[in-house]
């Protein structure tokens, strides 16, 4: 195998590992803890940004698993900086254009570098109703 080959075949490793560094470790990262239809639980590393007394996260992709969770079983938990509080989760399709703002707003560098792959028209952003 020559080099170019060698890089070529390395190329979508780094491009994932870039992806997963990115969604994992810049800015705040939460922990989303959902169900599914069977009763397992589900973890899921994720961006949240405040608007006002609001908390939203979002789904960039409407057919991911763990929308699918929050879809049909709203309660979910969200884990951040060491708390962990419950809510009721409800996506709000309208609200798009105003969370994606306010995640490029927040996240900077790595929201513009996953808007360049990712496709932020079919993003689903999710209302965190606090619960208690």
Do not use: C
């Not at 899921?44 to 405040?50: K, L, P, S």
């Not at 763990?66 to 709000?92: F, M």
Request: charged share 20%; aromatic share 10%; no cysteine.
């Amino acid at each position: 195998m020559n080099q170019s080959t060698a890089k070529l075949l390395l190329l979508p490793l780094i491009v994932w590992a870039a992806l997963y560094s990115i969604r994992n470790y810049t800015g705040e990262v939460a922990t989303l803890y959902t169900i599914d239809g069977a009763g397992a639980s589900h973890t899921t590393r994720i961006w949240v940004v405040e608007h006002g007394p609001e908390l939203w996260i979002r789904s960039i992709d409407p057919t991911s698993d763990w929308l699918d969770h929050v879809v049909n079983h709203p309660q979910v938990e969200l884990k951040r900086a060491g708390s962990i509080a419950s809510y009721h989760a409800t996506p709000y399709a309208d609200r798009r254009t105003r969370i994606n703002a306010l995640m490029a707003q927040r996240y900077g560098w790595a929201d513009w570098i996953l808007s360049k792959i990712e496709d932020r028209d079919q993003a689903v952003p999710i209302f965190l109703d606090p619960l208690g």
